[in-house]
């Protein structure tokens, strides 16, 4: 089965704690994305890679970190600098290219207790 | 970066009834795609659509990028079409990265 698996579904962390994401693609793509989604809002853009060992910081990147070590693999970690780390958690990816369509990941649902 | 407007906020329909979701976007595009994000949260993938008009069923869409607008129709609605509807848009210049509206809320009531 071809697509993006985001684990765990859902994620509870006390403050304090940092916690990691995971996202795998066998899609062959090599783009890949982080976005965060609040409450009624669209989704803003956390991370992005286009090639391993390289990413680029997007909209709201403070508090985050990734490693992109393999092709398939993007994890992002939210660390304890982040102030309001409570959100939907989604990862994309494309190929590469400008008008390159995008598809994502079923999510993770992040709460801090 | 690029701003996305949808429109309505919010959608109530009786099933049966058609409905035309707008979405506005401030600058030059080479992708604009649609999404529907179901009741656990995955965005489906519903239109690739930079410029032009494609179908898929009872949906089809328009996109007119000299305009800087697309429009998404749902006819026939069905009580699954509920959920929000997203518009989202990469800018012509920078990387593939996608920037998104606030979305369209679409009830369908039997």
């Known amino acids: 089965d071809g697509g993006i698996t985001q684990s765990p579904k859902y994620l509870f962390r006390k403050e304090g704690q940092n916690v990691t994401l995971s996202c795998e693609q066998n899609?062959?793509?090599?783009?890949m994305y982080w976005y965060r989604q609040d409450p009624g809002q669209g989704l803003r853009l956390i991370y992005y890679?286009?090639?391993?060992?390289?990413?680029q910081k997007g909209d709201i990147a403070e508090g985050y970190s990734v490693s992109r070590e393999k092709k398939e693999s993007f994890p992002l970690t939210v660390t304890s600098a982040q102030k309001n780390p409570t959100a939907f958690y989604l990862c994309?990816?494309?190929?590469?290219?400008?008008?390159?369509?995008?598809?994502f990941g079923q999510g993770t649902r992040l709460t801090v207790v | 970066g690029i701003q996305v407007e949808q429109s309505p906020p919010d959608l109530i329909l009786q099933e049966g009834a058609n409905s035309t979701l707008r979405c506005n976007f401030s600058?030059?595009?080479?992708?604009l795609q649609w999404f529907h994000q179901n009741p656990w949260g995955q965005l489906i993938n519903l239109f690739y659509?930079?410029?032009g008009t494609k179908q898929n069923g009872r949906l089809s869409a328009t996109t007119v990028a000299t305009e800087r607008y697309s429009l998404l129709y749902i006819s026939s609605s069905q009580t699954t079409d509920s959920g929000v509807y997203f518009c989202?848009?990469?800018?012509?210049?920078?990387?593939?990265?996608?920037?998104f509206g606030t979305g369209t809320r679409l009830t369908v009531i039997p």
């Open positions: 600058d030059s595009v080479n992708n």
């Open positions: 890679s286009q090639i391993v060992n390289d990413f």
């Open positions: 899609l062959n793509h090599d783009a």
């Open positions: 989202a848009v990469g800018p012509r210049l920078g990387a593939n990265n996608l920037f």
């Open positions: 659509i930079p410029s």
């Open positions: 994309a990816s494309s190929i590469l290219g400008e008008s390159a369509e995008a598809f």
